[in-house]
């Protein structure tokens, strides 16, 4: 089974400081990917790495960037968390033409 | 308009009813992701279809690619089939996938 975690289920920060997200698998995907999911508007891509130092901005990339130095490692960072950064953040991964394969999620509350 | 629009966006029914929801597309794909995610926000890949249907327990999935849409049926509904349903496609660069907003669904008992 892929097994795909993430480093807290919940998180709790103040505006201005600066947030780190982890994602690990276990499976040797290429492709990782950081999503936010807000109500009614489902899931929106904020990066996605497709190999290790490789990185592609996606929908929403502004307040945010991403660390991938090893393969199975994918880092989502706020640099200045802000209030509006308040969400529920999915990792995912893939090998190239196959489906995605989600983390747990971290509920992130920004006051 | 969005990419990909589902419906309906909230569906409430009776356990055993038979459930349909539909995922309706613009953009050229090469897969169609079907994705269940339930209260607490864990989210699993039920489907990737390209063509035709696919089946799995009570779950069926099929999709039309000339017609640009896709439908997602649960026979003999449970109160545990009771999530917000996902559809995604992956564009023709095969990196990105485009998400549908969801369609909650509610099985009374």
């Known amino acids: 089974d892929v097994k795909v975690t993430q480093s807290s289920r919940y998180l709790v920060k103040r505006t201005g400081e600066k947030v780190f997200l982890e994602c690990v698998q276990d499976m040797d995907h290429e492709n990782m990917f950081w999503y936010r999911q807000d109500p009614g508007l489902g899931l929106r891509l904020i990066y996605f790495?497709?190999?290790?130092?490789?990185?592609e901005k996606g929908d929403i990339p502004e307040g945010y960037s991403v660390s991938r130095e090893k393969k199975e490692r994918f880092s989502l960072i706020l640099e200045s968390a802000s209030t509006n950064q308040t969400s529920m953040y999915l990792c995912?991964?893939?090998?190239?033409?196959?489906?995605?394969?989600f983390g747990p999620g971290t509920r992130l509350l920004v006051l | 308009k969005n990419e990909v629009e589902q419906s309906p966006q909230n569906l409430t029914a009776q356990e055993g009813e038979f459930i349909t929801i539909n995922c309706s597309y613009s953009?050229?794909?090469?897969?169609l992701h079907w994705l269940q995610q339930h209260p607490g926000g864990g989210i699993v890949s039920l489907f990737m279809l390209s063509s035709g249907k696919k089946k799995h327990g009570r779950l069926i999935a099929t999709i039309n690619i000339q017609e640009k849409h896709s439908s997602l049926h649960i026979t003999a509904s449970h109160p545990r089939d009771s999530a917000v349903y996902i559809c995604a496609v992956r564009s023709n660069n095969n990196y990105q996938l485009i998400w549908g907003a969801g369609t909650k669904l509610i099985i009374k008992p």
């Open positions: 953009v050229g794909i090469s897969a």
């Open positions: 790495s497709y190999d290790v130092k490789m990185k």
């Open positions: 995912a991964t893939q090998v190239s033409g196959s489906t995605q394969y």
